[in-house]
């Protein structure tokens, strides 16, 4: 079999001023644009299949989003949508096309300018795919796992009086490996060949930029595609996946100025270049040659290895329901909501602006979402969601729905039978946090709050950490075994 890749990159950057989301205390939206927003995509192809990875600078997608944009790429490149990858870079100073409830922001609701912007972004997915393929050429996979030292942290802090926020949690888990699959052009007679493409696995809220700069941009992974692509794997396009990043800061983190997610993003792409600097994907051999006059001299050259194995492309999907704990009680709802509107109504009043009434209204969305819900049926008690596996040669790549924690994803790729393994939080729909068992009895923002944002009815289940580290194992042996 012969196996192709191609890839490409394309400008998803949306007119301004837009609100862009991630920071519920935001008040402004961006009139500016710090760096440009990207779709990156990367298409595999055989005699038998076909997989295309794309990564976009969006906070996330939702489901229905997801599959939207899935059925264009697909039917813009002739490839089944479920054989396709989307991953949501996370980045905070970018839009949420389709999200259910505008988390922050200047205006109230979805604006007709932010409404034609997600009606483009399916398209925009799809250019980037179709731009892949016109580059479809013999290829060869390998890949690498680096690490990369002090750049990253546990978020979930535990302070004196018992609680758990947002900070340092210098003593929890964080997995700071940088994981990086190589695609290259199989080079003909050349040991030299020509970078094709690029895929970083790495897990990290991109929040090096706080809430203060109201810029568009991509965070770290600007600074990181540009350095790897233009420096250390010159020609390739870098596409990045976002990774277990649910308990995952920055070690520094939310700056009010420009300039640190460049040092960031220059340092991930330097580990990531060293992960794969010795993995050329293509078997080479080294050939001893007699050479010399007076002296006799022996030359050793590397050279390649005829009639190597072909690298199998495969990829395989399964929907799971993502259960949740106990609903509240719809009096508990009704009593919140008239306290919340009487808080806001006080605020306004007050004269306070939207950095601080803007909390507010993330609580009074998320409660009339629910009561509506309740008069129209009843409250959903599980979601469904997508786990996602491919096999490319002998590496992995692994897609789940959800903000997941990192031990989570370190789990996964410790049992995988592949040598190198992606795992990659914020695919196809972005759900919502899940969090790990052991962090439940803590509480805190992921597994007691976080799914208003997400307009779930209740957090999810203590169990779903285990279900998506189970499924996505299957899937793996599925693939690797079979």
């Not at 919340?340 to 998320?366: F, P």
Request: hydrophobic content about 40%; some cysteine; charged content about 25%.
């Amino acid at each position: 079999m012969t196996l192709l890749a191609g890839a490409a990159e394309v400008d998803i950057t949306p007119p301004v001023p837009i609100d862009v989301l991630g920071y519920v205390r935001r008040p402004i939206a961006p009139r500016r644009v710090w760096q440009p927003l990207r779709a990156t995509a990367c298409v595999l192809r055989d005699d038998d299949t076909i997989v295309a990875i794309v990564a976009a600078d969006v906070v996330g997608l939702t489901t229905a989003m997801a599959d939207r944009i899935r059925e264009r790429v697909g039917a813009a490149i002739g490839c089944d949508p479920a054989q396709i990858l989307l991953n949501s870079s996370h980045s905070h100073a970018a839009p949420w096309p389709g999200a259910t409830i505008k988390l922050g922001g200047e205006r109230d609701g979805w604006t007709e300018l932010e409404l034609r912007y997600w009606n483009a972004v399916p398209d925009l997915y799809a250019s980037a795919a179709v731009q892949a393929v016109e580059r479809l050429r013999p290829a060869r996979i390998g890949g690498g796992v680096g690490k990369v030292n002090g750049l990253a942290v546990n978020r979930r802090e535990r302070t004196d009086d018992g609680r758990t926020i947002l900070g340092w949690n210098k003593d929890g888990f964080v997995d700071e490996s940088v994981v990086v699959i190589r695609i290259d052009e199989t080079g003909g007679e050349t040991t030299f060949p020509g970078a094709i493409a690029t895929i970083v696995g790495f897990g990290c809220h991109p929040v090096v930029v706080g809430p203060d700069v109201p810029d568009v941009g991509p965070d770290f992974i600007g600074p990181l595609r540009d350095h790897l692509s233009n420096v250390h794997r010159p020609g390739a396009v870098t596409v990045f996946l976002q990774g277990a990043a649910g308990n995952v800061l920055p070690l520094e983190a939310f700056f009010d100025e420009h300039g640190p997610e460049d040092a960031f993003g220059e340092r991930l792409a330097l580990e990531a270049a060293h992960a794969v600097a010795d993995a050329d994907p293509r078997p080479i051999t080294v050939e001893k040659r007699d050479w010399g006059s007076l002296t006799p001299i022996s030359l050793y050259r590397r050279r390649l290895v005829e009639n190597p194995r072909p690298q199998l492309l495969r990829a395989a999907r399964r929907v799971i329901q993502l259960p949740m704990v106990d609903l509240p009680a719809a009096e508990d709802l009704e009593e919140e909501l008239t306290e919340r509107r009487a808080d806001l109504e006080a605020r306004e009043a007050g004269g306070e602006s939207r950095a601080t009434t803007n909390l507010i209204k993330y609580h009074i969305s998320w409660l009339e979402l629910m009561l509506r819900l309740e008069r129209g049926g009843g409250r959903p008690t599980a979601v469904e969601g997508e786990i996602w596996a491919a096999r490319l040669g002998d590496c992995a790549v692994v897609g789940a729905p959800g903000e997941i924690f990192g031990e989570i994803g370190a789990a996964v790729r410790a049992a995988s039978p592949a040598p190198v393994t992606i795992f990659a939080g914020y695919s196809q729909g972005v759900l919502g946090y899940v969090a790990t068992p052991e962090e439940y009895p803590h509480g805190g923002y992921e597994p007691a709050i976080s799914h208003r944002g997400y307009g779930h009815p209740a957090p999810f289940s203590p169990d779903v950490s285990g279900i998506i580290r189970d499924t996505s194992l299957e899937l793996l042996r599925e693939l690797f075994n079979g």
